[in-house]
T-cell receptor
């Protein structure tokens, strides 16, 4: 069964710290992987999309990496700010077109 | 402004009533999706549509119905047959189904008592 796991479920860090969020998936034959941000009670905002042929994508202070062989992706956030507080979800698209979402990591950046 | 709109933001219904959630997009996307989000769980796919007048069941379609009469619109009806309808419902769209980026609406929180 294709599953996506995000650990930890919650993370609290002081402002300015660099941090890494983890996403793991059970089937290495993926099509692509997408990282989203979700604020409380809101929809999902796409942050980065990594195709299976890519190793990483960068956008501003965000860097997402993909290691298909180990079934892992990480989202690196540099110099965290209180405005980064949100839930971060990863979603994996498998070759059968199924898209599976992790349960998310709830990030709190304390001033 | 291009995007996806969902209405209403909050919806309250009595048990046994059907309720329809609205989703509209002006992105000219062919594919549209409905997801359900419960606390502590990832999004689960209810239905998707690849093109007008076509739709397919997702992982948890029981108790739900959809229609796709227009490219821009993909309404979701939560029927009385859905055993646990209280949840946050998210609509999304993409250029086509497949490895394309999905764009999400703001969601509708449905509470059934």
């Amino acid at each position: 069964k294709q599953e996506v796991t995000q650990i930890p479920a919650a993370l609290s860090v002081p402002e300015g710290e660099n941090l890494v969020l983890n996403c793991s998936f059970t089937d290495s034959a993926i099509y692509n992987l997408q990282w989203f941000r979700q604020d409380p009670g809101k929809g999902l905002t796409s942050l980065l999309l990594i195709q299976s042929s890519q190793r990483e994508q960068t956008s501003g202070r965000l860097n997402a990496s993909l290691d298909k062989s180990s079934g892992r992706s990480t989202l690196y956030i540099a110099a965290s700010q209180p405005g980064d507080s949100a839930t971060y979800l990863c979603a994996v698209r498998f070759p059968n077109n199924d898209m599976r979402f992790g349960a998310g990591t709830r990030l709190t950046v304390k001033p | 402004d291009g995007g996806i709109t969902q209405s209403p933001k909050y919806l309250f219904r009595k048990e046994g009533q059907n309720v329809t959630l609205s989703c509209e997009q002006n992105l000219n996307h062919d594919a549209m999706y409905w997801y359900r989000q419960d606390p502590g769980q990832g999004l689960r796919l209810i239905y998707y549509s690849q093109i007008v007048n076509d739709f397919q069941k997702g992982d948890i379609a029981e108790g739900y119905s959809v229609s796709r009469e227009k490219k821009e619109s993909f309404p979701l009806t939560v029927t009385s047959a859905q055993k646990n309808p209280t949840a946050f419902y998210l609509c999304a769209s993409s250029i086509r189904r497949g490895g394309y980026e999905q764009y999400f609406g703001p969601g509708t929180r449905l509470t059934v008592t």
